[in-house]
């Protein structure tokens, strides 16, 4: 069975930077597409940022060039580095863990992340 356990999430002021870490358990991690998604109050769920399981990447226009998604296989974790950090980045991150064929998706928790001074 697949867990997915979110962390690094926590309070900083405008500007700051956090690291958001995500360990997932089961196996055939490298196989499936990585996504971190996010949810503010009164908002939609959105996706921030996605990495294949061949490593690409792409990302919300609001968080280019401030977020990075990466992943590391042997350690079946996935991370998002989140750098100038803004009052609006302020939600629920969650992290999925995804793949087209067989259709499977997990989801985790989730983690809050308040930007505020």
């Known amino acids: 069975q697949v867990q997915l356990v979110e962390s690094g999430g926590g309070l900083v002021k405008p500007g700051g930077s956090l690291r958001l870490s995500c360990a997932a358990s089961?196996?055939?991690?490298?196989?499936?597409?990585m996504a971190w998604f996010r949810q503010a109050p009164g908002k939609m769920r959105e996706l921030v940022a996605a990495?294949?399981?061949?490593?690409?990447?792409n990302y919300v226009d609001s968080v280019k060039g401030r977020f990075t998604i990466s992943r590391d296989n042997a350690k079946k974790m996935v991370y998002l580095q989140m750098n100038s950090l803004k009052p609006e980045d302020t939600a629920v991150y969650y992290c999925?863990?995804?793949?087209?064929?067989?259709?499977?998706?997990?989801w985790g928790q989730g983690t809050q992340v308040t930007v505020s001074s």
């Open positions: 999925k863990m995804y793949r087209g064929f067989p259709p499977q998706e997990y």
């Open positions: 089961g196996s055939a991690f490298g196989m499936f597409s």
């Open positions: 990495i294949s399981s061949g490593g690409s990447t």
